[in-house]
Structures are given as C-alpha cells and as structure tokens.
C-alpha cells in the first residue's frame, strides 16, 4: 500500500474510534433514561392505585 493512504488510515482510525465509542455511551444512557421513566412510570401507577386516584393521562394526551 501507498504510504500516502497508510498515513490517511492512520489519520482517521482516532476519529472513528473516538466517534463508535461516543455513540454507544450516548446510547447507553438514552436507554438508561428511557428505562428509567417507565419504572417510574410504573411506580407511580401503583402508587396512584393504591390510594384510589384515577390513573394519570399519558404524556401523549397532555
């Protein structure tokens, strides 16, 4: 191979790499929150039923 494209690769791999990496930690905590909220979620609606209030509209319909 050409050094010209060897030193291009080697150039570019940080930046990918450092991109791959950056995008599964974003979407690791996307889904943390997600996760998060509909145990919450969850949680509220049991509590809400517990003490008989009627259940809260979803976030859709507000």
Same mark, same amino acid.
């Given at each position: 191979?050409?050094?010209?494209?060897?030193?291009?690769?080697?150039?570019?791999?940080?930046?990918? &790499?450092?991109?791959?990496?950056?995008?599964?930690?974003?979407?690791?905590?996307?889904?943390? !929150? =997600?996760?998060?909220?509909?145990?919450?979620?969850?949680?509220? &609606?049991?509590?809400?039923?517990?003490?008989?209030?009627?259940?809260?509209?979803?976030?859709? !319909? =507000?």
């Amino acid at each position: 191979m050409d050094p010209y494209w060897t030193a291009v690769i080697w150039s570019l791999l940080p930046t990918l &790499a450092v991109s791959a990496v950056f995008y599964f930690i974003l979407r690791s905590i996307l889904r943390m !929150d =997600r996760t998060e909220r509909k145990a919450y979620a969850r949680v509220e &609606a049991e509590e809400r039923a517990k003490r008989g209030l009627p259940p809260q509209p979803a976030a859709s !319909d =507000r």
